[in-house]
């Protein structure tokens, strides 16, 4: 498998968030990073980053249907700025950041890095949607009709930014000739890193990829 033509290392990344507002915050981040030499010698080394936050504020409208994060379950969790030097070290150590709707995630992503006092992200940005617009196949172009067109779906109805991360990475192969990567979607982490638990009450989550 030849990956020459593409960057060097690649981060892929989504989030989820409480709504579209500009008041809106991240809910969970999902980062995942590839080196290209690794992936194309068969020994794939993905690094990931996987984390939930208390966004301050509570989920807008279906916000909670989308992602399955409560807004008692948030309210337990560090808020994006105790993270933020982590993502940012993350998202800047490769050379291209890819995301689905890119714009969409940048500016959230941007937004919370100037809460934060960081700088905003000035890497190179790739965008599936707009990459899968660009061929004029007709139809939806948002993620979950672009994964049914090349034969991927997520795990089950919930948006998981971890698994959403992955989904563009498969995209992104895939818009650029290289065979999808199915087998490592069993590597993904099950929860985020950081996830608290409340001892009872609510709390929903994903039901993460199954082991392929």
């Known amino acids: 498998m030849r990956l ?7 981060a892929f990344c989504d989030v989820e968030t409480t709504g579209f507002g500009n008041d809106d915050r991240i809910v969970s ?3 995942i990073g590839m080196i290209n030499r690794d992936l194309a010698q068969g020994r794939p080394d993905l690094e990931y980053l996987y984390l939930v936050f208390d966004p301050g504020r509570a989920n807008r409208g279906d916000a909670e249907q989308i992602h399955g994060f409560s ?17 940012w070290r993350f998202l800047t150590s490769y050379e291209l950041l890819v995301a689905h709707n890119a714009a969409f995630d940048v500016r959230f992503i941007n937004r919370e890095m100037t809460l934060s006092g960081l700088p905003a992200l000035r890497r190179p940005v790739y965008c599936t949607m ?14 979950s009709a672009v994964c049914r067109h090349i034969k991927l779906a997520r795990a089950g109805h919930l ?3 971890i698994e959403d991360a992955w989904l563009a990475m498969q995209i992104y192969l895939w818009l650029h000739g290289c065979p999808l990567q199915r087998r490592l979607r069993g590597s993904l982490p099950r929860t985020p890193s ?11 989550v994903g039901r993460q990829a199954p082991h392929n």
């Open 159 to 161: 948006h998981n930014a």
């Open 194 to 204: 950081n996830l608290r638990h409340a001892a009872s009450g609510p709390y929903r």
């Open 4 to 10: 020459d033509h593409l960057p060097a290392s690649v």
């Open 130 to 143: 707009k990459g899968y617009r660009a061929l004029k196949l007709g139809g939806s172009a948002a993620l």
């Open 71 to 87: 807004d008692s379950a948030l309210r337990l969790q560090d808020p994006f700025a105790v993270h933020a030097v982590d993502i």
């Open 29 to 31: 981040f999902g980062g």
